[in-house]
């Protein structure tokens, strides 16, 4: 009630300017009352010409006075010291007063020795009389009463460490008599060290986080204005080759414009010329057919002797009726640009899009360690035909090869290897791939752009033997590993499968002998300008090579 009481005299008393109680409350004519700074910052702000108007009635006045409202002032001081004393008063998240009857305040402090807790008036004995000084003053807390033992129903000074629980002295020689117990004390002294050092350790990880963080802002930063510039180099790029395109086809237009207009001219100075011939013969007809109706006979033959020169045709075609192509061999060599280019755009864009999505923006991530986590980014491999030599059979779905002396029947293919016994998977490699391969006596897995040529037997065919490709020579002996025709001799060599891992981002690429565990067998560092193939090498009769289908749990050939 009380507190509806303090609320109904505000809203009866506060100011309706600034909607608080008044602060040196002044009334105006009319009755009205207002803080005084309030009530003068509101009629400076009219323009009337010395007449003013009240926020609330708008009765105007002439040069108002304004008066102390003396009683308004007094109960505004009655409301601020009831909302004061009731803001002392404990809600309910505070920690109430034990001591206090009816209403109680909030306490202010709670006594470890008494399980009391008391408010600024009851705890004044504390402070006063001697025998209280040496209890143990704290925070309010709602919990002291868990301070005491719930079977001698004494404060729990002591600390069983054998229990790690809080007991009291009759505990400590009771059922706690053989356990480790000290004094709550030393072992609060103790779990305060602990928690400095875990402190001082949390606050340098804050630090050394914040720095990241730092860190990570700035290569937000980095991000975003590499972003912005390769957008912005990339659109005048395209827009280059677009203006150079349109050029080379404003080029052809005229080029065929102009044949166009050349060749017309040509066919029409042949057609005039025919159609004067045309005229000439029709006239040398008209003579014949005028000498044919001559019915004077010696007549007939003068004038015969005189048009015999004109016997025989003064033109002999030179036309000759044949089917033309007029342009078309013009299109056809634009289709085949057209057909280049996008080829040539499309193996440009796989690269493009594989290293647009494959930068390596935020910190380096661990490299698997156990044959579980390189599983976590198990690929499937399957071999393509189209590049497999003649002298290689593909089997178990294209991810099993083998040599055999009869040549395959494959169609004829530009990116088949025609020399060098070698095959190349149809999966391009970009981000983190690993994937298993169960060898026979002599093969290379090797991996490479596919840029390598096919024709002939030269080095820049052979896997390992240039700078586009990497290759493990597995025998059955130990291993080599090559790239750009440098030979490594490897050992550590433990079984017939080899597990090859692949970060294209960071440059990693490794070669793991399988068995109980992995071994490492050579690791390479280095940039990756494009997507990978893997690819594999048989030597001689009985060899073969096969991707491994993979699960966690066991070794599985699938």
């Known amino acids: 009630m009380a507190q509806k009481g303090v609320q109904l ?4 008393c506060f100011c309706s300017i600034c909607l608080n109680l008044p602060r040196e409350p002044v009334t105006i004519s009319c009755g009205h009352s207002y803080c005084t700074n309030c009530i003068k910052s509101f009629w400076d702000k009219e323009d009337q010409k010395g007449i003013h108007s009240c926020p609330q009635c708008r009765e105007t006045f002439l040069s108002p006075v304004l008066e102390k409202s003396t009683t308004l002032a007094v109960l505004t001081d ?8 009731d803001h002392c008063y404990a809600g309910a ?3 109430a007063c034990d001591v206090c009857t009816g209403r109680k305040l909030k306490a202010v402090k709670s006594c470890l020795f008494c399980l009391t807790s008391y408010c600024e008036n009851h705890l004044q004995p504390h402070y006063d009389s001697a025998p209280f000084r040496k209890h143990k003053l704290v925070e309010p807390s709602k919990n002291a009463q868990n301070n005491i033992c719930s079977r001698h129903n004494e404060v729990t000074k002591m600390f069983c460490h054998t229990d790690q629980k809080s007991i009291c002295s009759r505990c400590s020689v009771d059922e706690h008599k053989s356990h480790k ?12 060290r602990e928690l400095e050092v875990r402190r001082e350790t949390i606050q340098q990880e804050i630090q050394d986080r914040e720095k990241d963080v730092e860190l990570l802002q700035q290569e937000v930063e980095a991000i975003n204005q590499s972003a912005d510039k390769t957008v912005e180099d990339g659109e005048e790029i395209f827009t280059q080759l677009i203006r150079l395109i349109q050029k080379r086809s404003s080029d052809v237009k005229q080029q065929i414009r102009a044949q166009q207009e050349t060749e017309v001219r040509r066919v029409k100075e042949v057609q005039e010329k025919l159609e004067q011939e045309i005229t000439e013969l029709k006239r040398e007809d008209a003579e014949l057919k005028q000498l044919s109706y001559t019915e004077d006979h010696n007549q007939f033959l003068h004038n015969c002797s005189s048009v015999s020169a004109l016997g025989e045709s003064p033109h002999s075609s030179s036309i000759n009726i044949r089917p033309l192509r007029y342009f078309e061999d013009v ?3 634009v289709l085949e640009l057209r057909d280049k280019l996008q080829n040539m755009l499309r193996d440009s864009w796989t690269n493009i899009s594989s290293t647009a999505t494959d930068l390596n923006i935020l910190l380096s991530q661990q490299e698997p360690k156990s044959r579980a986590d390189f599983l976590k980014y198990a690929c499937e491999i399957t071999l393509d035909p189209n590049t497999a030599h003649t002298k290689l059979l593909l089997s178990e779905g294209n991810r099993k090869v083998s040599f055999t002396k009869q040549p395959q029947l494959y169609s004829s293919h530009p990116d088949r290897f025609t020399e060098w016994n070698q095959v190349l998977s149809k999966e391009s490699l970009t981000g983190r791939c690993y994937w ?8 290379y897995i090797a991996v490479t752009y596919r840029s390598i040529s096919r024709a002939g037997g030269g080095n820049d065919c052979g896997f390992g033997r240039n700078n586009k490709s990497w290759a493990l020579y597995y025998f059955k002996y130990g291993c080599d590993f090559l790239h750009n025709n440098v030979s490594t001799s490897i050992s550590g060599l433990k079984s017939s499968r080899v597990g090859v891992y692949l970060d294209h981002s960071a440059g990693i690429l490794s070669f793991y002998s399988i068995c109980d565990a992995m071994t490492l067998l050579h690791r390479v560092q280095t940039t990756f300008t494009r997507p990978l193939y893997t690819g594999l090498r048989i030597y001689g009769a009985e060899n073969t090579a096969k991707f491994c289908k993979l699960v966690e749990t066991e070794f599985t050939e699938g």
């Open 331 to 333: 299109t056809a060599a």
């Open 181 to 192: 117990v000290v004094s709550a004390a030393a072992e609060r002294t103790e779990r305060q």
């Open 78 to 85: 009655q409301l601020k010291t009831a909302a004061l004393a």
């Open 9 to 12: 005299g505000q809203k009866r």
């Open 93 to 95: 998240e505070d920690v």
């Open 436 to 443: 298993e391969v169960e060898c026979s006596r002599r093969v």
